[in-house]
């Protein structure tokens, strides 16, 4: 059974910074495209930032450009998402999201609060 285990999440002051990671178990961790999405209080989930399967290339909304870097270690079978300068407005849980073909998995996900 593939599992996604995220974890990173907590509670920071604006402009602070914060790394989530996404361990993949129980399937070839190399095979999927890895997204992080996140959604708030009363708002659709929002995809924040994807990476292809080797790496080589990454994508951000337009809100995460600039301040979140996504990478994966495919030997750890981890995916990160590193968060800076964070605002208020990026407070939401954050899942992650494993993709390989019509197979979409999701992690239970993690908290992220920013306030002062």
């Known amino acids: 059974q593939v599992q996604l285990v995220e974890s990173g999440g907590g509670s920071v002051q604006p402009g602070g910074s914060l790394r989530l990671s996404c361990v993949v178990s129980?399937?070839?961790?190399?095979?999927?495209?890895m997204n992080w999405y996140r959604q708030a209080p009363g708002k659709q989930r929002e995809l924040v930032a994807a990476?292809?399967?080797?790496?080589?290339?990454?994508a951000y909304a337009d809100s995460a450009k600039g301040r979140f870097t996504i990478s994966r270690d495919n030997a750890k079978n981890t995916t990160y998402l590193q968060m800076n300068s964070l605002k208020p407005e990026d407070t939401a849980v954050y899942y992650c999201?494993?993709?390989?073909?019509?197979?979409?998995?999701w992690g239970q996900g993690t908290q992220v609060t920013v306030s002062s």
């Open positions: 999201n494993a993709e390989h073909y019509s197979t979409s998995l």
């Open positions: 990476i292809t399967t080797s790496g080589g290339s990454t």
């Open positions: 129980g399937s070839i961790f190399s095979i999927y495209t």
